[in-house]
């Protein structure tokens, strides 16, 4: 199923407005862009190895945001 245009121009906001980013690395910024103080990005984790990893972020981080739309811990 492809993504209606006016969708994808919502997603599109999204992601840029919450990474800063309109390229291929949105989908693996954590927040304040620490993705590079991590072992591997998470891009290549799965659902369950990011949120391991999370409450770690908001210790080290200031929050556990992650991805191109910046998902929570809590609502990931």
Known sequence: MAIPAPAHEILTLIRTTETGRADATAYETIYGHNEKKLTKPITEMTI???QHWQPGFTKSFGSSASGAY???????
């Not at 910046?70 to 990931?76: H, P, S, Y």
Request: no cysteine; net charge negative; glycine share 0%.
């Open 48 to 50: 369950d190895e990011l």
């Open 70 to 76: 910046q998902f929570m811990f809590a609502t990931l």
